[in-house]
């Protein structure tokens, strides 16, 4: 598997990257800036004799560095910013595009919920994650060290607070990376089972209510849910352990100072006003441990999901675009010793070897599972062949360009999805460019006309995701219509006139014969009437074919053919 570097995505915005540590640096220098001053009003102008004139001057510059501090802040949060959502941005188009390439080989490695969740949620966190690096990253070390000098110039008897407060802050932060990691890739991994059972409820909805398996649903999502919560409650019982840890480290230190300092005024080696810097500045030491804190709690979870997002961009597309230059000659397809396995599985296909003609009518029937979905498929290149080839037109499919083959064929799946939008819309999904003319056309020869002009808006009727106001005939036919207005040299038909009536399914053969006339057309039926007209009629049984010919060849030397003929037909019509 390739490496891929996901900090690629921050160099089209580096001046950004630059010039946010630029405006931290002078941030950081601000804020080490002001108790020294404020140093100078206690022991020069309080206690001193400098006057109030220099308090005013002093004070007056404190305020300057203030406004300083505050701008260069803004700027550096404006500038991480910008560079975060565009790396963001970019990264997750480059997993949407990279998904949108994957064949259905790929599909099948990524449920759709941990799909989902890769895109979104672990996107998020490094987004987040390059937020927290140009701030976070760049203001902890340089204030810790800065305050650190700053401290020390004071007194360094100080040493001895600081030598022992940061081996007990570095023990606490490789505690909680060790203990987190796992625990945000978990949280992960539960987030895809939580996305996958709410996708799955929301697009099979109807069935859970026709099964009345409302509650075993609730039940399996409650399942999902808790494991979620447990997991996220334990990482943030560490996280929660965190800040009081670090107060208790804080206070200790803060007393620490102030005996040390008090000791060290009563000897005359120190002036009041440095005991205030210099509990200043151990304040900032301590609280740029805190924010390192948060970013080691950060890290296992941005690692995570950076992982997750690794895993989608390396995966390799089996199936590219050929070379082969491809001209439009009429949609002849050969299948020469075809086998095909999922995944290099157990073959669903064995030996397939059969010619269609161009413009010929081919049936293929079969009981289910026979693998007559799974030979269209390979056509298209949803899917390679193991063995064998499959030719276009002459051309082994594997050579062709996806674009240039897939423009050749109008597929319309078993399952007929529709997107949100108009009727209208879901139609010219077959030709963006086509004019309402043809579209009408498509849809009457697709027999879907009448049911879309009965509706109110007609053929701006507005869908539901997945066209659910539609019954399934409806979605049927707007799949045929969109597929015919495509007008391409190959139509197949997966199985896609199972929910319509024997009349209306009669009355589109019959369209498509006479509009249609000279396509190569495959269909795929369970049905003997939805293909006993074509020109030859293929009978698959365990992946390999069992017999072919026209319907009167197949009555009488055809079993399996018979068998089913006469479970559908009747013995009368049978004999």
């Known amino acids: 598997m390739m490496k ?3 900090r690629k995505y921050l160099k089209p915005y580096m001046r950004f990257v630059v010039l946010a540590p630029l405006m931290m640096v002078l941030e950081v220098a601000m804020d080490l800036t002001q108790p020294r001053l404020m140093a100078m009003v206690v022991n020069d102008g309080i206690l001193g004799d400098a006057g ?44 949407f595009k990279k998904v949108s390439s994957f064949s259905f080989a790929e599909l099948d490695q990524f449920s759709t919920g941990s799909l989902v969740t890769r895109l979104t949620n672990d996107g998020t966190q490094l987004q987040n994650m390059v937020l927290l690096a140009l701030r976070a990253f760049v203001r902890a070390p340089l204030l810790c060290v800065g305050a650190i000098v700053m401290v020390l110039s004071i ?37 895809d089972g939580l996305n996958a059972i709410v996708q799955e409820n929301l697009s099979g909805v109807r069935v859970i209510k026709a099964f009345v398996r409302g509650e075993h649903e609730k039940s399996r999502f409650g399942v999902a849910n808790e494991a979620l919560k447990d997991t996220n409650l334990r ?15 804080m206070n200790a230190t803060v007393l620490a100072v102030i005996y040390i300092g008090g000791l060290q005024v009563q ?25 390192m804190s948060r970013i080691f709690v950060s890290i296992p979870r941005a690692k995570a999901s950076g992982d997750r997002v690794r895993e989608v961009l390396a995966a390799e597309v089996s199936i590219t675009d050929g070379d082969a230059a491809v001209g439009s000659t009429g949609g002849d397809i050969v299948f020469n010793n075809v086998t095909f396995g999922y995944g290099g599985g157990e073959p669903v296909l ?19 599972g026979a693998g007559k979905s799974s030979l269209v498929h390979l056509i298209s290149r949803f899917y390679d062949v193991c063995d064998g080839q499959v030719l276009v037109d002459g051309v082994d499919v594997r050579d062709y360009p996806l674009d240039a083959l897939r423009a050749k064929i109008g597929f319309v799946l078993q399952e007929s999805v529709l997107f949100s939008g108009t009727i209208g819309e879901n139609i010219r999904w077959g030709n963006p460019n086509a004019d309402d003319a043809q579209v009408l056309q498509a849809a009457k020869s697709a027999q879907a006309d009448e049911y879309i002009t009965a509706k109110e808006d007609g053929y701006d009727t507005l869908l539901g995701q997945r066209g659910l106001t ?20 190959i139509l197949i038909l997966d199985d896609s006139t199972s929910a319509l009536d024997l009349a209306t399914e009669s009355n589109l053969n019959a369209a498509i014969n006479a509009e249609h006339a000279g396509k190569t057309r495959i269909t795929i039926a369970q049905r003997i009437s939805s293909v006993m007209n074509a020109d030859r009629i293929y009978v698959l049984e365990h992946g390999e074919i069992a017999a072919f010919g026209t319907h009167e060849e197949l009555l009488e030397t055809c079993e399996i053919y018979q068998d089913i003929h006469r479970s559908q037909m009747g013995q009368g019509v049978a004999a």
């Open 235 to 249: 990482a943030m019982f560490i996280m929660a352990a965190v800040l009081p840890l670090m107060m208790i480290v």
């Open 470 to 489: 539609l019954s399934g005939g409806q979605k049927q036919r707007a799949s045929i219509a969109r597929a015919l207005l495509k007008d391409a040299e």
């Open 52 to 95: 109030l004139g220099f308090i005013v001057r002093t004070s007056l510059i404190m305020l300057g560095v203030a406004v300083i501090g505050m701008i260069t802040g803004f700027a550096c949060t404006v500038f991480a910013m910008f560079a975060a959502q565009n790396y963001g941005a970019d990264l997750r188009s480059d997993l």
């Open 4 to 6: 891929i570097r996901l």
């Open 350 to 368: 064995k030996q397939i070897s059969l010619h269609i003609k161009s413009g010929e009518h081919v049936g293929l029937l079969g009981s289910t």
């Open 155 to 191: 007194s360094r008897t100080y040493g001895l607070v600081i030598a022992v407060v940061m081996p007990v802050i570095a023990l606490t932060a490789m505690f909680i990376y060790k203990k987190l990691a796992p625990l945000f890739t978990q949280i992960q991994e539960r987030l």
């Open 267 to 291: 000897a005359a080696q120190m002036q009041v006003g440095d005991i205030m810097a210099a509990l200043s500045y151990m304040t900032q030491v301590l609280f740029t441990f805190m924010i």
